[in-house]
């Protein structure tokens, strides 16, 4: 498994931990007001640093079959909403030719070489994998967050290409940067976001403890950003008050979400509209 550091590079990390979050974690809040973009200077009394986001889930899906012929698939994968469960489908791009056991990520949004399991014996052809939002039956839960490429014999094991879909229009992979700058006199921390492949709407966003391959609680919350009728986030930036002390040089991140602040948590719970969209390590 990897992560996505904010220089975007891949680093191993097969070492990192699970946790177990408290459930009244990621409720955690704190007062954000939207506001204009800061200028921000280094050694002064503002910080600032650019991290690239990457889009969410990543990871492998790794074919094989069984003495029987059936078909199953390994997923490892990471940056799923924490707690979740999803269907998982094999398509030939027009139809639902086998549908497996559901993927399920435990509480840091991870999925540890998880096992799925179909019925199907035949061939694999141009077929490919396509992970869904939830496991139920409502548009929400049937949209398609990640999935592999085409099927080519000798080859078993395929990224994950992570999407964002809804209103049966298909927005591609999301992509962006964000700059966080803390400002001592005034202690602030501002985040300005450029992003594009969103549906339009609010999107909740947070600096949350943790990483982005091992999902933590709320540290700060802000305001939504907005995505256009295009899908995208332009310049827009929001503000934390109140702030006392700067981010520390690692143990942090910052995640853009599907839903918007009002939906994204039921009864202290992550809910389906959770789903990381963007996020990045701030270190």
């Known amino acids: 498994m990897s992560k996505i550091s904010r220089r975007g590079l891949r680093i191993t990390a097969a070492t990192a931990g699970a946790g177990v979050i408290a459930v009244m974690a990621w409720a955690t809040t704190v007062h954000a007001v939207p506001a204009d973009a800061a200028t921000t200077a280094m050694k002064t009394s503002q910080v600032s640093i650019r991290v690239r986001l990457a889009p969410m889930p990543q990871g492998t899906v790794t074919f094989a079959r069984k003495g029987n012929r059936q078909v199953m698939v390994k997923v490892a994968a990471f940056g799923l909403t924490p707690g979740s469960s ?40 141009s077929m490919r994998i396509e992970i869904l939002n939830g496991d139920g039956k409502d548009p929400v839960s049937l949209r398609e967050i990640a999935g592999t490429g085409d099927y080519v014999p000798g080859l078993s094991t395929y990224d994950l290409i992570p999407v964002e879909t809804g209103g049966g229009k298909n927005y591609g992979t999301p992509q ?108």
Not at 107 to 121: C, F, K, M, P, V
């Open 86 to 125: 999803h269907k998982v489908w094999l398509t030939n791009g027009r139809a639902v030719v086998a549908v497996f056991s559901p993927l399920t990520a435990n509480s840091t949004g991870q999925a540890r070489n998880e096992t799925l399991d179909s019925r199907y014996t035949g061939s694999l052809g």
């Open 176 to 283: 962006g940067s964000a700059v966080i700058a803390y400002d001592a006199g005034a202690q602030t921390i501002s985040v300005t976001v450029n992003a594009s492949g969103f549906t339009p709407g609010k999107h909740a966003a947070h600096i949350h403890v943790g990483s982005c391959v091992s999902q933590g609680p709320v540290q700060y919350m802000l305001g939504d950003y907005t995505a256009n009728a295009d899908g995208r986030i332009v310049d827009e930036t929001r503000v934390v008050t109140h702030v006392t002390t700067p981010l520390p040089a690692r143990g942090y991140y910052f995640n853009l979400h599907q839903g918007n602040t009002g939906d994204i948590l039921a009864n202290g719970r992550p809910t389906i509209f959770f789903r990381p969209l963007l996020c990045g390590d701030i270190n």
